[in-house]
């Protein structure tokens, strides 16, 4: 008599779609392209994915780790995912297929169970670190999800791009009043926009960095800041308006905003004494680099703060945010390294091109395992930054690479690009 099949269980991956706020980093880290999207969710291919865990640690809300034991045959697929408004619950399996998982390996069991393979999957995936500085404050994440917002109040609301040029960015005051929001520098926020999408659904929520300290915008108070730029075409150029940018650059003062997060555990900045921080950035990658350098300076005088050198990228000086106040800062506090590409009468310079410039800086800097490094803005920047730090530690005779991995390992080398 014929034995019955064995019935091949599998340790399905699912993305949760009521923590999920679709930051699409999941689908930019995973290395077998298992992620996908539609205007809904975001969805893992049972088909293609490994269980690799690379996508797990870079998820700024968790919403990536969930994981149901199924029958391999009744694994959801990408078309059932796609339309759920929330996770299905666990089922039971059938008595002979939940043998087979107890027996200790659902197929296929995923690669990356131990710290160290999950670390090597994320080294291999990603060009930043998945862990914090070792000194980081404790971030709290996930206070306030899409079914739990929270209501902040509009205090503030102004544009810090020159009104003559293209770019509309605003700076943004919220207050939560005496609801607790505890946040870090490095931190974003997702805002709900009000309204529902082509399809009648309400729409998802978008992702802001903070640009103020953990204290707040003003000093010991329950607010926080954003920085935020009116989107207007899409990233080929053609117009477009985005939903959630222009919904927030034209909210007026006592506005009601909906808010979720706080979200991100690993771009944060390191707490002990003597810390050096290298930022880069563009655009409104400029507001984690404002919320670590107003934190440092608030604690000038009783703390024994490193040094800031900051790479600045923009077109020209009037579409900078913060400029004026930028420039206000005392040069013996922060290095500031501005790289216009379209300043009149001035040759076109890019951040990388700055960092390569000072390459005897940068390079002292990197020798000392105190310096932390921040990339924040435009996708398209991590290549040419990555090559620029290369450069400079290939001319100084060091193994790029192995510096590379020291600085990822060690919670030293992040990005955050959008
Ligand atoms: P949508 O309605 O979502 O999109 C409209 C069209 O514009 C679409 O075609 C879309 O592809 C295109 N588009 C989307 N985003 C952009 C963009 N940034 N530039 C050009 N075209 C775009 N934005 C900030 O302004 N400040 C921040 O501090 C900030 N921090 C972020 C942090 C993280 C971790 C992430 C993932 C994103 C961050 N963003 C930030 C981007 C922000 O979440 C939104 O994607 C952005 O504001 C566009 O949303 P929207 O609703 O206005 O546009």
């Not at 979200?263 to 004494?273: D, K, S």
């Not at 106040?325 to 506090?333: E, Y």
């Amino acid at each position: 008599m014929n034995a019955p099949l064995p019935v091949e269980v599998l340790k399905q991956h699912l993305i949760d779609p009521e923590i999920c706020i679709r930051c699409n980093t999941c689908e930019e880290t995973c290395p077998v392209d298992a992620i996908t999207h539609d205007s809904n969710n975001y969805v893992v291919d049972p088909e293609i994915c490994n269980g690799c865990m690379a996508c797990v640690p870079p998820c700024p809300t968790g919403s990536i780790d969930n994981w149901r034991l199924v029958v391999r045959a009744e694994a959801y697929s990408v078309q059932d995912q796609l339309g759920w408004e929330e996770l299905p619950q666990e089922k039971p399996l059938p008595v002979d297929a939940a043998a087979a998982g107890e027996g200790g390996q659902p197929m296929p069991a995923p690669q990356a169970e131990s710290g160290l393979a999950q670390a090597a999957a994320v080294t291999a995936a990603t060009p930043g670190a998945a862990v914090p500085p070792w000194s980081a404050a404790h971030p709290y994440v996930n206070l306030y999800t899409h079914k739990t917002p929270i209501t902040a109040t509009v205090v503030g609301n102004y544009r810090v791009t020159g009104a003559d040029t293209e770019s509309d960015i605003h700076h943004i005051v919220l207050d939560f009043g005496e609801q607790p929001f505890p946040v870090l520098e490095g931190q974003s926020i997702g805002i709900l926009p009000p309204g529902v999408d082509a399809q009648g659904r309400p729409h998802h929520a978008r992702q802001y960095s903070l640009a103020s300290p953990r204290d707040g915008e003003r000093a010991g108070y329950n607010n926080l800041s954003l920085t935020v730029k009116r989107v207007t075409q899409d990233h080929g150029g053609a117009a477009a308006h985005g939903v959630c940018s222009n919904y927030l650059c034209d909210l007026a003062k006592n506005d009601p905003v909906q808010v979720i997060g706080p979200f991100g555990h690993t771009f944060l900045m390191p707490n002990h004494p003597q810390a050096n921080l290298i930022m880069i950035c563009t655009g409104t990658g400029s507001a984690p680099m404002r919320a670590m350098t107003e934190r440092s300076r608030r604690l000038i005088g009783t703390a024994d703060i490193g040094k800031l050198m900051l790479f600045f990228g923009a077109r020209t000086e009037r579409e900078l945010p913060y400029f004026g106040p930028l420039m206000k800062l005392p040069r013996d506090f922060i290095d500031i390294n501005l790289a216009l590409s379209r300043e009149p009468g001035q040759p076109k310079r890019y951040v990388q091109d700055l960092i390569r410039e000072r390459a005897a800086h940068v390079r002292g800097l990197l020798a000392d395992r105190n310096t932390c490094i921040y990339v924040c803005g435009l996708k398209g920047m991590e290549v040419g930054v990555l090559d620029a730090l290369r450069d400079v530690v290939v001319q100084s005779g060091e193994d790029w690479s192995i510096l590379h991995d020291a600085l990822r390992r060690e919670g030293r080398l992040h990005f955050e690009t959008y």
